[in-house]
Nanobody
Framework: QVQLVESGGGLVQAGGSLTLSCAASGRTLNSYAMGWFRQAPGKEREFVAAKSWSGGSTTYYADSVKGRFTISRDNAKNTVYLQMNSLKPEDTAVYYC??????????????????WGQGTQVTVSS
C-alpha cells in the first residue's frame, strides 16, 4: 500500500504562485510514475502533469498548464512537487496526487493509477 498526502494548497491571486507537495509513505516510489490531477466544481477530473520515477525522468503536461507548471520529485524524501506559476482563476480546483505502478505509459489516464491522495484545494482569485 502507498499512502499519499498532499499539502500546499490555498488562496492566491491571479498571477501568483503555489507549490504543492505530495508525500508518500508505505513504499518507496522508485517503481511508480507520479501524477497530478485536478477537479473543479461541476467538472470532471482532468490530468495536469505526470513524471516517471525512472532514471529517464519522462514528464507530461496538460496543454493548459504547459510552461506554467513544473512537476518534480525528491527521491530521498519520497515526495513529488507541483510548482504552479502564473496562476489563473481557471486553475481553481482540488488537486490530487496519484501513483501508478510501473512505467509512465498512459500516465495521463487517471484510471491507470493505483493510489490517490485526499486532495488539496487551490483557489485563484481574479
Amino acid at each position: 500500500q502507498v499512502q499519499l498526502v498532499e499539502s500546499g494548497g490555498g488562496l492566491v491571486q491571479a498571477g501568483g504562485s503555489l507549490t504543492l507537495s505530495c508525500a508518500a509513505s508505505g513504499r518507496t516510489l522508485n517503481s511508480y510514475a507520479m501524477g497530478w490531477f485536478r477537479q473543479a466544481p461541476g467538472k470532471e477530473r482532468e490530468f495536469v502533469a505526470a513524471k516517471s520515477w525512472s532514471g529517464g525522468s519522462t514528464t507530461y503536461y496538460a496543454d493548459s498548464v504547459k510552461g506554467r507548471f513544473t512537476i518534480s520529485r525528491d527521491n530521498a524524501k519520497n515526495t513529488v512537487y507541483l510548482q504552479m506559476n502564473s496562476l489563473k482563476p481557471e486553475d481553481t480546483a482540488v488537486y490530487y496526487c496519484a501513483a501508478k505502478y510501473g512505467s509512465s505509459r498512459q500516465a495521463t489516464a487517471g484510471d491507470k493509477y493505483d493510489y490517490w491522495g485526499q486532495g488539496t484545494q487551490v483557489t485563484v482569485s481574479s
